[in-house]
């Protein structure tokens, strides 16, 4: 064996050279590109004219950790509601910037609804959307005067689905003019790129400031969209919107996600995330912001919530008991985090191990900061707690999820309240 000579390098790529776009609302600024961490957001999918569902939901994906959230704005009620659940949002103290996400009619609201423009502290514009033929540049230099007008930052966020059909044509019969022309994928992946950018460039001779522009050019397949971001970003130093368009529902939906997110954050691209869950019937909106956190936390770019490391379980577990442990103390530390973030810094940095049985358990238990090893069929009904690598105490019978939540609490309480008065004097 050759002996150990060099470094094992671990870490993303460095991250790709951008501008900054600030997106402001009050005191609350959330910075985008740059060295700013990459941020997570999220879509409501309430009627938005239904001032309280959206606020509630807003308030939900605010909660859950959503940095701005996106509302559409598709009619005068839509419109017209906008100022009501900014109010309302005041009012429950939810200072979430949001975004409003505009088609085909964006400059006729943004001009009859002052106070919607207003209240919005960014404006999505799809360039395939905002008109067709003459009346395209005209309509989108509008709502860019808007955007001038009222001080907002705009993402220009193309979509494969809604592609500009004339730029497509446009670049067709380039590629057609061509020696060796390009395959259609290609003509597609310049046809989004071209897009974005080319709508960038006018949105600055109308007057827009270059970092109030963010891209995006969202596809729905995951080697698409690595592809066309990596070509996005070499070609521009506009900050850059990652989400993969209608990424599907349940296990499918978060694992394209994650492939394609996984890979481009690894190379440094990427300055915000948007995760395009399908909720099932019933689902909670909220997963998309949780799918987005783990992502950028498992992958190490960001903290924020304490991560609960749990083996898979096997032959030698066979109750359900360890897997409601896990689950509970996830839930419970997560329902804790809008709180306890104020409350007791740093305690996103923790590490909960819940493991099965004494072949990992002990060991795994060891390296987190609080781990409990659940007895494994045939082992003494015991289930030694370690904390900060030492044996702590054994919990035995019917109240051991309880009171290892109680311990749980006490390590934060101790650990990280100290930090929070240190923070404060
Ligand atoms: S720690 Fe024990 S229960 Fe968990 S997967 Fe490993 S052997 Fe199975």
Known sequence: MKPF?????????ARRSSRTAKIVYGKKEVLIGGNAPVVVQSMTNTDTADVIGTAIQIKDLARAGSELVRITVNNQEAAAAVPAIREQLDRMGVDVPLIGDFHYNGHILLRDYPECAQALSKYR????????????????????????RYDKPVRIGVNWGSLDQDLLARIMDENASLADPRTAQSVMYQALITSAIENAQRAEELGLGSDKIILSCKVSGVQDLIAVYRELSARCDYPLHLGLTEAGMGSKGIVASTAAMGVLLQEGIGDTI???????????RCREVIVGQEILQTM????????VI??????????????????????????QMPVWKKQYPG?????????????NGPGESKHA???????????????????DGTK?????GDRIAEEFQAIVLDYVQKRYGSAAEVESN
């Open 347 to 359: 305690v996103e940095n923790m590490n909960v191990a819940v493991m099965g049985c004494i072949v």
């Open 274 to 284: 948007r995760i395009s869950l399908t909720p099932e019937p019933g689902g909670d």
């Open 5 to 13: 000579l060099s470094e094992i390098a671990s870490g993303p790529l």
């Open 310 to 335: 749990a083996c898979p379980g096997c032959g030698r577990t066979t109750s359900t008991v360890f897997q409601e442990l896990a689950d509970d103390i996830q839930t419970f530390l997560r329902d």
């Open 392 to 396: 702590a105490m054994t919990l035995r």
């Open 369 to 387: 900061n609080i781990g409990i090893s659940l007895p494994g069929t045939g082992e003494s009904p015991a289930a030694p707690v370690f904390i």
């Open 125 to 148: 514009i799809n360039p395939g959307n905002v008109g067709q033929g003459a009346k395209r540049d005209t309509q989108f230099a509008q709502m860019i005067e808007m955007a001038c």
């Open 300 to 307: 190490g770019l960001r903290k924020f919530t304490p991560m």
